[in-house]
């Protein structure tokens, strides 16, 4: 029998959710620990005590820090489909696109304005329904531009990249409405758009994603802190 599996996170974290999402979508059964982020957890220090975040995953007695980290154990330890692609090239690429997402939504400056341009172009597209070896993701090549035909965003299935990428689903719509900043114009963005959306209402991910009153009030206290974070974003 596998050794149980624990999450520790909170509700309104998008890291903790990427965990969540990969056990979700590999069937794996688990605890939810809710952190007080406040005051921190001894179980936190403990077992993340470089960092002191959430999500940390507990398979059995070992604790696993930093979400992309998690979810590729996930991906490495369950049976289930899998969420990196199986070639090793294709590999490589959807690390690229969940590390560049990383890096946008950690609000990270990347190169200007043109990393917007990158973020529409090439991560709004994706090999989705053609892929069914864990590429369904909002991925294409690193050096930009989707390939010919390819569908928007949301395959057949869901993989890493559509994982690292999920800030974009529920937090995203969160802020801009609490905030009043549009961060990804729907005209500008049309494809991110559309793979917000549908991520928002991905059944088999519902019973992962946050309460959004919850969320709501949360971002609602720290309205002015996300609102500057939004603005600054907008001006890189
Ligand atoms: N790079 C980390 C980021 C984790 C992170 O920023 N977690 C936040 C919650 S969303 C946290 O624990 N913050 C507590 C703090 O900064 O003290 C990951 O991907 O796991």
Same mark, same amino acid.
């Not at 969940?98 to 200007?112: H, I, P, R, T, W």
């Not at 802020?175 to 793979?195: F, H, K, Q, S």
């Not at 928002?200 to 519902?206: F, M």
């Given at each position: ?58 398979? +059995?007695?070992? @604790?696993?820090? *930093?979400?992309? $980290?998690?979810?590729?154990? %996930?991906?490495? #330890?369950?049976?289930?489909? &899998? ?60 050096? +930009?531009?989707? @390939?010919?035909? *390819?569908?928007? $965003?949301?395959?057949?299935? %869901?993989?890493? #990249?559509?994982?690292?990428? &999920? ?70």
């Amino acid at each position: 029998m596998s050794p149980p599996v624990k999450v520790l996170g909170h509700f309104a974290s998008p890291f903790a959710h990427r965990v969540e999402v990969a056990l979700q979508l590999k069937g794996v059964p688990y605890e939810l620990i809710q952190e007080d982020l406040s005051n921190k957890s001894e179980l936190l220090l403990a077992n993340n005590p470089v960092h002191k975040k959430v999500p940390v995953l507990f398979h +059995g007695d070992r @604790a696993i820090c *930093e979400s992309l $980290v998690i979810v590729e154990y %996930i991906d490495e #330890v369950f049976d289930g489909p &899998s969420l990196l692609p199986s070639d090793p090239y294709d590999r490589a690429i959807a690390r690229f696109w969940s590390d560049f997402v990383d890096k946008v939504f950690s609000f990270q400056k990347l190169e200007g304005p043109a990393h917007r341009a990158v973020l529409d172009g090439t991560l709004g597209r994706g090999r989705g329904a053609e892929d069914s070896s864990g590429g369904g993701q909002a991925e294409a090549s690193a050096s +930009g531009g989707a @390939a010919q035909g *390819e569908e928007v $965003v949301w395959g057949d299935t %869901i993989g890493y #990249v559509d994982v690292a990428a &999920s800030v974009l689903g529920p937090w995203l719509s969160m802020v801009e409405e609490v905030t009043g900043v549009v961060v990804l114009d729907e005209e500008e963005y049309p494809a991110l758009r559309r793979w917000s959306k549908e991520y928002n209402s991905y059944e088999a991910l519902k019973q992962c994603v946050p309460d959004r009153g919850q969320l709501a009030a949360f971002y609602t206290e720290r309205k002015e802190k996300y609102k500057m974070i939004a603005k600054a974003w907008l001006k890189q």
